[in-house]
């Protein structure tokens, strides 16, 4: 089954070119996927009082074009399995043009896990009668990202302290701030152009620790890695331009 869900996009969301931020976008698709897991009964709702809760692991998104401030913006989004401990979940973005018709602008795939917050381990909890027909099926058509290489040799290098603006509910930095803190070190042109972003979430990194943030230009695009406290990946992306 599809879910839709409107939005317009607001001032504080936008950049000094009126796009919408690319970590926002981010912020819009976790949402999404929190609201339809809380209407379907496996949300934060159901799981935060007995200290599990989702977290992202992975996402790759394409985009042909940033929404401006004040469009309408409809993402539309479906469960595509749940396998092997993680859920995959898919969805379409589309704005609404001037003439009331609806255009699709990106795509993107995503998958997630249930972290038990006391032993911060992921837990299989797929068993549950709850996930019984929420599966839709339908698989989109992005190709898999390419594995990231550790970078050895970076472009540049900056750390940051994860702060308190920067953890959520699930006590860790947000999925959205790892991305933020990425763009704010060095961001590829990508305004006008196709965009697309690969973004994996490996460890956590705590309220209170460093967060090196490693980047890398490549010919096509930008690289990145950021370093928690224990010397681990905690996050690694890349950015691609398409011409």
């Not at 931020?21 to 009082?49: C, K, S, T, W």
């Not at 550790?150 to 959205?176: A, F, K, L």
């Not at 890398?216 to 990946?233: C, F, H, R, S, W």
């Amino acid at each position: 089954m599809k879910y839709f869900f409107d939005y317009e996009i607001k001032y504080q969301e936008v950049d000094a070119a009126k796009r919408l931020r690319l970590p926002n976008m981010e912020n819009y698709l976790l949402e999404v996927a929190g609201n339809i897991a809380d209407q379907l009964g496996f949300g934060i709702v159901r799981l935060h009082p007995e200290r599990k809760t989702w977290v992202l692991t992975r996402l790759s998104m394409v985009l042909d074009y940033l929404p401006t401030y004040l469009e309408h913006m409809t993402i539309e989004t479906w469960i595509e399995s749940n396998a092997h401990m993680l859920s995959t979940r898919d969805f379409r973005i589309y704005i609404t043009d001037k003439d009331g018709s609806r255009r699709q602008i990106g795509e993107c795939t995503s998958q997630w896990a249930v972290l038990d917050m006391d032993k911060r381990e992921i837990v299989n909890i797929f068993d549950n009668p709850i996930f019984e027909g929420a599966i839709d099926g339908e698989k989109l058509d992005i190709p898999r990202a390419a594995r990231l290489a550790p970078i050895t040799e970076p472009t540049g290098v900056e750390t940051h302290m994860v702060q308190y603006t920067d953890v959520d509910y699930n006590e860790h930095c947000n999925s959205c701030k790892y991305l933020e803190k990425m763009v704010n070190v060095a961001r590829p042109d990508y305004l006008g152009h196709r965009v697309r972003l690969d973004i994996s979430y490996q460890h956590e990194a705590r309220v209170g620790e460093p967060l090196e943030t490693r980047y890398l230009v490549v010919p096509d695009g930008i690289q990145y890695q950021q370093i928690n406290a224990k010397g681990e990946t905690a996050c690694a992306a890349k950015i691609t331009v398409y011409s």
